[in-house]
């Protein structure tokens, strides 16, 4: 089965994050540390009712980010801004703007790990990006 428009557009943006860096939930019971992971919104229903012209719509990515401490997750969070803004994913059936953060990250916070066996706090940061996505009939 080939890839969605969508999919390929969130396989381009996920191209340009960090290695390592995951498309949707990290799996596993208890997986190393740090985790990145992304979300990239689905064209809405104008886009997807009209694809035989062009249309254009705001994409959204949610950047989540899990480190075991305070100042490796603001490290790795930098990074991954560093790497996604300005960029400007390359997607087959997509033009794009670059991709800015929206908004300010999220203050880092304290979360329970997904295992709790694993006996360990993450130190997580949110981070929300958007651009403008062109799909191309």
């Known amino acids: 089965m080939t890839a969605s428009a969508a999919e390929r557009l969130a396989l381009a943006v996920l191209a340009l994050a960090p290695a390592g860096t995951v498309l949707g939930e990290i799996v596993g019971e208890d997986p190393p540390l740090p985790w990145m992971s992304l979300r990239v919104s689905v064209p809405g229903l104008p886009e997807r009712s009209e694809a035989h012209t062009v249309q254009s719509y705001v994409a959204q990515?949610?950047?989540?980010?899990?480190?075991?401490?305070?100042?490796?997750?603001?490290?790795?969070?930098?990074?991954?801004?560093?790497?996604?803004?300005?960029?400007?994913?390359?997607?087959?059936?997509?033009?794009?703007?670059?991709?800015?953060?929206?908004?300010?990250?999220?203050?880092?916070?304290?979360?329970?790990?997904?295992?709790?066996?694993?006996?360990?706090?993450?130190?997580?940061?949110?981070?929300?990006?958007?651009?403008t996505a062109v799909r191309l009939p």
């Open 61 to 131: 990515v949610q950047a989540n980010v899990a480190t075991a401490s305070d100042q490796g997750t603001l490290r790795v969070a930098g990074h991954l801004i560093d790497a996604l803004e300005g960029a400007k994913p390359v997607a087959e059936g997509w033009r794009c703007g670059p991709i800015g953060v929206h908004g300010s990250p999220s203050l880092p916070y304290i979360a329970e790990a997904t295992e709790h066996a694993a006996n360990r706090r993450l130190v997580v940061v949110a981070v929300a990006f958007r651009f």
